[in-house]
């Protein structure tokens, strides 16, 4: 356990629905990090979080895609209009940046399933 | 050509076989992180490295900067090896750049 949870751990919806994920980082971390894993491949990066402003989106997150971070603790990734291509493992990552070298623990994950 | 590059993608040996996974990356990295992933998708990292060498158990990992290189043995390798193994460097704005793992599977 390293101490970043994420919620649901698992979560399968009809095509079409939207869904939302929860990721509770380290409560000292600053930076906050959101990843797609789909079967047979590395985990993608998707957006990431410097406390509440969102700094950089991966190409991969389509206008479906939303994540918000509004205090600088817990962050939500949504899904609107869930389509079979989604299903993976979404991974949450916090880290503090200091300003020197950084290192990201990970979350349990999320694994969806879109039929 | 991706920044990060692993081989083998897939490695299969027999259990006591000493096993190399290598990484070569092409941008500046500030560190470099190997992860093991199990079926089922928890992650957990192994080492991180900036130089030289780090030992842990029978997991040795290595880097050369001036090479872009690094490496990951097991020693008296074990059936519970099997797993993904990914490496990731830390590139500018200290983010991960994930390479596409190796497969390894040990068999008895």
């Known amino acids: 356990d390293t101490g970043v949870s994420q919620d649901p751990r698992h979560k399968i919806t009809k095509r079409g629905q939207n869904v939302t994920f929860r990721c509770d980082p380290i409560?000292?971390?600053?930076?906050l990090y959101w990843y797609r894993q789909t079967l047979g491949q590395g985990p993608e990066f998707l957006t990431y979080f410097q406390n509440e402003a969102q700094l950089e989106k991966s190409r991969l997150l389509s206008d479906r895609f939303s994540a918000e971070r509004p205090k600088g603790s817990f962050s939500t990734l949504e899904i609107q209009r869930t389509e079979q291509g989604d299903s993976a493992m979404y991974l949450c990552?916090?880290?503090?940046?200091?300003?020197?070298?950084?290192?990201?623990?990970f979350g349990p994950g999320t694994r969806l399933l879109v039929l | 050509k991706n920044e990060v590059e692993q081989s083998p993608q897939n490695l299969t040996a027999q259990e006591g076989e000493f096993i190399t996974i290598n990484c070569s990356y092409s941008?500046?990295?500030?560190?470099l992180h190997w992860l093991q992933q199990h079926p089922g998708g928890g992650i957990v990292s192994l080492f991180m490295?900036?130089?030289?060498?780090k030992k842990h158990g029978r997991l040795i990992a290595t880097i050369n900067i001036q090479e872009k290189h690094s490496s990951l043995h097991i020693t008296a390798s074990h059936p519970r090896d099997s797993a993904v193994y990914i490496c990731a460097v830390v590139g500018s704005n200290y983010q991960l750049i994930w390479g596409a793992g190796t497969k390894l599977i040990i068999k008895p």
């Open positions: 941008v500046g990295i500030s560190a």
């Open positions: 409560s000292e971390h600053n930076r």
């Open positions: 990552a916090s880290s503090l940046n200091t300003g020197h070298q950084e290192t990201q623990y």
């Open positions: 490295l900036s130089s030289g060498k």
